[in-house]
């Protein structure tokens, strides 16, 4: 069972920037996609960016598009976000998440079993 664990939340002003950081034990991280969901208070969990097993796959929300880079260094068995352009729309709970199929490249919140605990993001106007 693979434990994924986030770090790099806080708070921000609008306009500016974090990088998220998720660390994964086990060796699975190395062989499966990865995505990032954000879910805000009384908002379902959504879909914010996804990578595959080598990196050479992403996609992204259109929310996020061209502010939100999502990457991996599986010799660090770690996953990031870098997001650029904060804006007061963005604050939420981040959450990286491993998918129950290695090669899923979907964006439903239910096809990911492992989950970490989430990292909050706040942005002040």
């Known amino acids: 069972q693979v434990q994924l664990i986030e770090s790099g939340g806080g708070l921000v002003q609008a306009g500016g920037s974090l990088r998220l950081s998720c660390a994964a034990s086990g060796r699975t991280f190395r062989t499966y996609a990865m995505g990032w969901f954000r879910q805000a208070p009384g908002k379902e969990r959504e879909f914010v960016a996804g990578?595959?097993?080598?990196?050479?796959?992403?996609d992204y929300a259109d929310s996020v598009k061209g502010r939100f880079t999502i990457s991996r260094d599986n010799a660090k068995n770690t996953m990031y976000l870098q997001m650029n352009s904060l804006k007061p729309e963005d604050p939420a709970v981040y959450y990286c998440?491993?998918?129950?199929?290695?090669?899923?490249?979907?964006?439903?919140?239910?096809?990911?079993?492992?989950w970490g605990q989430g990292d909050q993001v706040t942005v002040s106007s």
């Open positions: 998440a491993l998918p129950r199929d290695p090669y899923y490249y979907g964006k439903r919140a239910a096809d990911f079993g492992s």
């Open positions: 990578i595959n097993y080598n990196g050479s796959y992403k």
